[in-house]
């Protein structure tokens, strides 16, 4: 009679779990480095639940293929189609999940629950919540179908140990050349709970003529996101490829973009908010451990169409406000949950970095706490960066190396004329590379802030920036430039809703882009200043005794380049990095290896800025 009560008993319990574990919903095309999600059927819960589902409850899933393992965060969703219903409530959980490889992927997910949960450095001892825990599964990967600028086609961009990032399926390394303005571009009317704190609140209706109906899948809620999506199809347009924004400001210059939900009616935090700085909101009128899902689905929308764009992703997850306010700045709960719910909603994307703060104050032990749980908990490993202020880039000593998991610097610069872009490149580009583990470094604030990059009304020629920021930037061994537009002009930091603001230097940046990725091994050369001499700015990056690209910014035909004396002839071509275009030749078409050599004159306009390549017959 036991025997037979344990087996009912037994029996009854395994029927409940088959009546809890619901077949898992995939969703998304089932191919190599395209975005799959996994909904799994959960506890029916809300936002505001009580018992808080963001924090005491915890969703991580297992893929393996081959000896390759991905432990990937999931999150609450509500409905599964928050970004369409605005809904708050529901028993959808997902996981975002990105495969790298073709072929059969096996799963194993665990759901825990329990008080902060969801932080807890071990879970072994966690208890089971139920529904999908230990649920297993598999599904197939083909090969991308995609082609062209679409990252699909070219994989995760991947710090590599060097200098420039690596795209995994095309090896090509990568360069950017982007925007870093306007910093709030997620204040966005057609967010959900989207605020007007201080007036800095977006339309981006100049872009409405630029969207592209292709854009249509990433719309939601009948047309909306159009505006936004259109200023990405006109940034791709130009052929730029990278875009920054905050995710958490709201002590900051513009305090309107949060993740979180509101306490309080928008008009109430907009009107406290615009008196003062908002320290003491962040205390009172936000649940710090509680997500609005719909808003992040929503953004999701806006950064997956981006990948479709080839565009890379600088999430700038604090500013100089917001990096005390977690946890009154001690890495704790707030910060932890915070970084859990970015990397579980958005680290699956290809091209992206994340930079722990945008000016960052906090001490070094803090930021050494931040960096080392994201690296943990991003299993795609992508590029970790932090940015500080233009005077106090000594810190990064704290960090270069083995002292930190960080992979380069984000740079911030001041001078009005881009006078101090390439040394401070060339700086920490030597630092670095002596500790044996190179930074991929990039300039994303050059420029004096109230001035910067100035409009093209205001500049239509921008040669300061073209080639002391630029071109200082990528001979010195930088991968790339983000464009900071200066407060005191329209279509600024804060104020920009119109890219085309500058669109005549978007065509210089192109012509850049071009040079590295048509005509150079840039990937393969050093910077080597001390090659040449010349009367004016110049600098050089060399694969020495192959090939040698000099940028002039003037008096081009006084300078000389040191080829050795190997006797080899060398080929001189010349780049118009005002224009584009083809290579040209010019007074003297090749040199021979002995000594310093004098490489003649450009094509045209002697008095004018030009690239020189020098190239082994």
């Given amino acids: 009679m036991n025997k037979l009560l344990t087996f009912l008993f037994l029996f009854v319990i395994i029927l409940s779990s088959c009546k809890q574990q619901k077949e898992v919903e995939l969703e998304g095309e089932l191919k190599k ?3 799959i999600v996994l909904n799994f059927v959960g506890p029916e819960t809300s936002e505001m639940d009580v018992n808080n589902p963001f924090l005491n409850y915890r969703l991580d899933v297992t893929f393996k293929n ?10 609450y969703a509500a409905d599964g189609q928050a970004a369409e219903t605005s809904g708050d409530s529901g028993n959808v959980w997902q996981v975002r999940f990105t495969p790298n490889t ?26 089971s919540a139920g529904f999908m825990d230990g649920q297993t599964g598999s599904f197939t990967i083909d090969e991308s179908d995609k082609t062209g600028i679409d990252n699909r086609a070219r994989g995760k961009l991947e710090y590599v140990g060097e200098s420039y990032l690596k795209f995994a399926d095309s090896q090509k390394y990568f360069i950017k050349l ?27 209706e100049p872009h409405a003529r630029d ?54 009616p928008i008009k109430e935090y907009e009107t406290y908010a615009s ?57 704790g709960t707030e910060g932890k949950l915070y970084y859990r719910e970015l990397i579980a909603r958005f680290g699956h994307h290809l091209s992206m970095n ?89 300039v994303d604030e050059p420029g004096k802030a109230n001035i910067a990059l100035l409009p093209d009304d205001e500049d239509p020629e921008h040669n300061y920036a073209r080639g002391r920021a630029m071109w200082g930037t990528l001979m010195a061994g930088g991968f790339g430039v983000e464009w900071y537009f200066g407060y005191a002009s329209p279509n600024s930091d804060l104020t920009c809703q119109d890219f085309r603001s500058r669109d005549l230097f978007w065509d210089q940046n192109r012509y850049a882009l071009d040079f590295f990725n048509n005509y150079i091994p840039f990937w393969d050369m050093e910077p080597r200043d001390d090659l040449i001499t010349s009367e004016g700015v110049s600098y050089c990056l060399a ?18 380049l040191n080829l050795g004396n190997t006797g080899n002839e060398f080929i001189v071509k010349w780049y118009n990095p005002r224009l584009g275009g083809v290579l040209q030749l010019g007074s003297i078409q090749s040199v021979s290896a002995s000594g310093n050599v004098e490489l003649g004159m450009p094509p045209s306009e002697k008095n004018r800025d030009w690239v020189l390549l020098i190239s082994l017959k």
Wanted: aromatic content about 14%.
């Fill in 33 to 35: 480095w395209h975005r």
């Fill in 66 to 75: 081959g000896e390759q393992i991905f432990v990937i965060p999931g999150f």
């Fill in 102 to 127: 073709i072929g059969e992927w096996t799963y194993t997910v665990s759901f825990k629950e329990g008080e902060n949960v969801a932080i807890s450095e071990d879970v072994t001892g966690a208890s």
């Fill in 178 to 204: 982007g925007v870093d303005a306007p910093e709030n571009l997620l204040a966005y009317t057609d967010f959900d709970v989207s605020t007007n704190a201080l007036g800095f609140q977006k339309n981006w």
């Fill in 211 to 264: 969207f592209e109906e292709n854009a249509a899948p990433y719309l939601w809620q009948e047309r909306q996101g159009k505006n936004l999506l259109g200023a990405i199809d006109y940034l791709a347009s130009e052929e730029l490829n990278v875009f920054s924004f905050l995710t958490f400001n709201v002590d900051g210059d513009d305090r309107n973009v949060f993740p979180y939900l509101l306490k309080v």
């Fill in 275 to 331: 008196v003062k700085k908002n320290k003491e909101a962040w205390e009172t009128m936000f649940h710090k451990t509680r997500f609005d899902v719909s808003k992040l689905d929503q953004w999701e929308r806006i950064f997956e169409y981006a990948e479709t764009k080839g565009m890379f992703l600088h999430f700038k997850t604090h500013e100089t406000e917001t990096d005390h306010l977690m946890d009154k700045g001690v890495f």
């Fill in 354 to 442: 994340w930079n722990l703060g945008e000016e960052n104050n906090q001490p070094t032990e803090e930021v050494l706490k931040v960096a080392d749980y994201v690296s943990k908990l991003d299993a795609y490993r992508s590029h970790l960066v932090l940015h500080t202020f233009p005077n106090k880039d000594d810190r990064y000593y704290d960090f270069i190396g083995d002292k930190s998991p960080l992979t380069g610097a984000s740079l911030q610069l001041r001078h009005p004329d881009f006078n101090d872009v390439h040394e401070r490149v060339l700086k920490w580009r030597n630092i670095s590379s002596a500790t044996g583990k190179k930074w991929a470094l990039a």
């Fill in 543 to 560: 694969k020495e005794g192959e090939i040698y690209a000099i940028y002039s910014e003037g008096d081009v035909e006084k300078i000389r």
